[in-house]
């Protein structure tokens, strides 16, 4: 697709900085909240409740450019072992609230880079996880690779505890873009990782990738993903860069003057699913893509923090500072800094700082937007049976959804309305015509093209 064919007016008209919805209410909507709450929460699910964990690891190497997560850059190991001493209390205060019945369902270790640990911590911590949980047979164990770190010990580790789906931080091969981004990553040791998980049975790999970033262009981005096609991955993400330097700093160290317009994103995006289905791969929801035997195209699409996921278990549990979990009752934020993480942890066993309780409204709207960045349609069927008279404020603004729609992004159905393949592009614009607290303010979520 070349920026000629697109609909520039449109495109910019519908260009607004709107939350990624990973979660509803957004994180930014989060409120202080006590650790008694979050024990009380955990005390009350199910005995035999199926459950997710995640465990952030806050430490890299060097700090890409790019890079919004809650991480920081060290050259020393000591910080990295004293983290995980605090990780370890946390999970077994964690462990001895949780009913003894429950089955975890899939881990996940995210970053930061969890292979800045060293391979003898990275047993240590699989074996403090499977002694203070029960695992299903079937459990998923994902965890984020930096290939730059990756060492033939620590692939033994990670498949030694059941580690079976990793997900590889590529971002770009272009050199160009890489220097721009701070992030110097050949093909060659990208390949050498993926063939080191592939030839120790680890058969499920996703790659990240991110578009929008500086001096990126279409013809750049095309051999990037013909790179990629080489390397044949399961799953591939590709995330729109969200240049937010008010609240990253190190974005301050890109130049602004290089990133693409709201155009050549929208354009980038659109080229990248042309390929990607050409190569056989199907598009999930807004960014995703999966060959189509791979569970995330045979199973039901659900949403969460890590993106698009399989994940339909009753609660997330967050591990780790910053680590945000999903229970029933609603979500709950552990400290975001390190040091305030360890400090809670060693006074209180958690280390619960923020989150927000569900009402009623909240889960009506968050399951609308869910389907809807999973599905792209919207069932006043499937609404009113779950939640019954309470959906009909709900209903009505779908209605004048379809009503306003001049864009052709809404087709009517029976019940509702489904995206159009026009549409699909702007589902989070859509999405925000659902959300009671959006805020739309520059500075605070990346552009919706």
Request: charged share 20%.
């Amino acid at each position: 697709m070349t920026v000629s064919l697109i609909d520039e007016a449109l495109v910019m008209r519908r260009a607004a900085p709107l939350p990624r919805y990973t979660s509803y209410p957004t994180a930014n909507h989060f409120v202080p909240t006590a650790p008694a709450d979050y024990r009380a929460w955990l005390g009350a699910l199910e005995d035999n409740a199926a459950l997710s964990l995640y465990l952030h690891i806050p430490f890299c190497n060097d700090l890409c450019w790019y890079c919004a997560c809650s991480t920081k850059a060290t050259h020393r190991y000591e910080p990295v072992a004293r983290y995980l001493d605090t990780v370890e209390a946390e999970i077994a205060t964690v462990a001895g609230l949780l009913p003894s019945g429950h089955r975890v369902m899939h881990l996940h270790w995210g970053g930061g880079s969890p292979d800045i640990l060293s391979a003898a911590d990275i047993t240590r911590l699989g074996q403090t996880f499977r002694h203070n949980f029960r695992f299903d047979p079937a459990a998923e164990f994902a965890i984020e690779i930096d290939p730059r770190l990756m060492t033939v010990a620590k692939a033994d580790a990670m498949v030694g505890a059941g580690v079976n789906r990793i997900s590889i931080g590529v971002q770009d091969f272009d050199p160009v873009v890489q220097a721009a981004i701070g992030r110097l990553q050949g093909f060659d040791i990208t390949r050498t990782t993926v063939d080191m998980f592939r030839d120790r049975g680890v058969t499920s790999v996703n790659f990240d990738l991110v578009y929008g970033l500086p001096h990126q262009t279409l013809e750049s981005l095309s051999r990037t993903i013909e790179q990629v096609l080489e390397l044949s991955p399961d799953r591939i993400a590709m995330f729109g860069y969200a240049h937010l330097p008010g609240r990253a700093s190190n974005q301050k160290l890109i130049d602004e003057a290089a990133l693409p317009g709201a155009i050549e994103r929208f354009a980038m995006a659109r080229q990248v699913t042309t390929m990607l289905e050409a190569a056989g791969y199907q598009q999930l929801g807004l960014d995703h893509f999966a060959r189509r035997e791979d569970s995330l195209s045979t199973q039901p699409l659900n949403r969460n923090f890590q993106g698009y996921t399989t994940d339909s278990t009753e609660a997330l549990i967050g591990l780790g500072a910053s680590a945000i979990g999903k229970l029933p009752q609603g979500y709950v934020q552990n400290a975001v800094a390190v040091a305030d993480y360890a400090k809670r942890v060693a006074a209180n066993g958690l280390a619960t700082a923020r989150g927000r309780a569900l009402t009623p409204d909240d889960r009506l709207r968050a399951y609308v937007i869910e389907r809807l960045m999973c599905d792209f349609e919207f069932s006043g069927t499937a609404v009113r049976q779950m939640f019954g008279d309470t959906a009909s404020g709900v209903l009505q603004e779908a209605d004048a959804i379809v009503s306003d729609d001049s864009d052709g992004f809404i087709e009517p159905t029976a019940t509702g309305f489904r995206l159009t393949a026009r549409g699909r592009p702007f589902v989070r614009n859509i999405c925000a015509r659902f959300d009671a607290y959006l805020n739309p303010v520059a500075g605070k979520h990346s552009l919706s093209v």
